[in-house]
T-cell receptor, first 113, second 114 residues
Framework: EDKVVQSPLSLVVHEGDTVTLNCSYEVTNFRSLLWYKQEKKAPTFLFML????IEKKSGRLSSILDKKELFSILNITATQTGDSAVYLCAGRGAGGGADGLTFGKGTHLIIQP | DVKVTQSSRYLVKRTGEKVFLECVQD?????MFWYRQDPGLGLRLIYF???????EKGDIPEGYSVSREKKERFSLILESASTNQTSMYLC?????????????FGPGTRLTVL
């Protein structure tokens, strides 16, 4: 059974801090790893990673995948209160539910002013 | 911009009622999905469809059925709602192109079954 585990489950930091969110995965016939941000509504897409060692970057957010060690990290630098959200990691493979997207339970990030 | 819409943001139903949740996407996506999201359990896939009139069971299909009569519309049906189906229901869509696995989500329907 495919599994995606995120850590920490929750994190409280001050505005301006840098945070690192972790995602480890066990996905049959792994194809890609996706990061989503979920505020009080539907998840919004952040990154899709398919290759090891290649950093994807968007503003203050960046992510990298390690296919050997089966994990990914999401970094947020100079955090702002608007970064407060649940961050979801999902693995895509040939196994798992139907189209093979298995979600972790999320990291609840709270940025305090 | 990809747009996925769901028919209701909030819904309250009674045990035993038949419930229809509708999802529409306007990007000509082949794949459509229904998830439920519960605290401590994360997002779990109920059903998905990769083409009109095609459907596949996800991880937790019991108590649900789906219908895809048109490419842009994917319906989730609770034949006889039960209290353990109280949840946030999220619809998503994606291209079938294997070069992109991105799923785009609708705003969600919070269903309460009394």
């Amino acid at each position: 059974e495919d599994k995606v585990v995120q850590s920490p489950l929750s994190l409280v930091v001050h505005e301006g801090d840098t945070v690192t969110l972790n995602c480890s995965y066990e996905v049959t016939n792994f194809r890609s790893l996706l990061w989503y941000k979920q505020e009080k509504k539907a998840p919004t897409f952040l990154f899709m990673l398919t290759s090891s060692g290649i950093e994807k970057k968007s503003g203050r957010l960046s992510s990298i995948l390690d296919k050997k060690e089966l994990f990914s990290i999401l970094n947020i630098t100079a955090t702002q209160t608007g970064d407060s959200a649940v961050y979801l990691c999902a693995g895509r493979g040939a196994g798992g539910g139907a189209d093979g997207l298995t979600f972790g339970k999320g990291t609840h990030l709270i940025i305090q002013p | 911009d990809v747009k996925v819409t769901q028919s209701s943001r909030y819904l309250v139903k009674r045990t035993g009622e038949k419930v229809f949740l509708e999802c529409v996407q306007d990007m000509d996506h082949e794949n459509m999905f229904w998830y439920r999201q519960d605290p401590g359990l994360g997002l779990r896939l109920i059903y998905f469809s990769y083409d009109v009139k095609m459907k596949e069971k996800g991880d937790i299909p019991e108590g649900y059925s789906v219908s895809r009569e048109k490419k842009e519309r994917f319906s989730l049906i609770l034949e006889s709602a039960s209290t353990n189906q109280t949840s946030m229901y999220l619809c998503a869509s994606s291209l079938r192109d294997v070069r992109t696995d991105t799923q785009y989500f609708g705003p969600g329907t919070r269903l309460t079954v009394l």
